[in-house]
């Protein structure tokens, strides 16, 4: 047999949000096996992160309030944004040569009747 699978690195730019560093992190994280479906028609076999840099890291907070008086307290949102090197393996389905096969239909019904009048009123 060959070898069917190739290797690929590509660079995808993801972007994730939380309410903790960590959350966002992981949000962003998630976002890669979607962004590579997105642009391949291939198998994918596998995908590995090799490089993450940060672009951009954001800390949002602001001053919530009960009835615009009561109850202050301070929300924080992390927003970043990541460069992620990956290392797809993948199956290149246009490069595999598949043989055709004519099979009768395996949930189809035989009709035993039809073919043996027919052959009878041929010979006749």
Known sequence: ME?????????????????EKNQAFANALNQIHNRVLKGKNDVIVRIEPLDIQIIKAEQESFTERF?????PRT???????????????????????????????????????????RIQKEAN
């Open 3 to 19: 070898k069917v699978t190739t290797k690929q690195r590509q660079i995808i730019q993801v972007e994730g949000t939380g309410k």
């Open 67 to 71: 009835l615009f008086f009561f109850l």
């Open 75 to 117: 929300r924080v949102d992390y927003r970043v944004l990541l460069d992620v090197e990956v290392e797809i393996t993948l199956i290149e389905v246009e490069s595999i040569k598949f043989v055709e096969k004519r099979v009768t239909d395996p949930n189809g019904l035989p009709i035993p009747f039809g073919k043996k009048k």
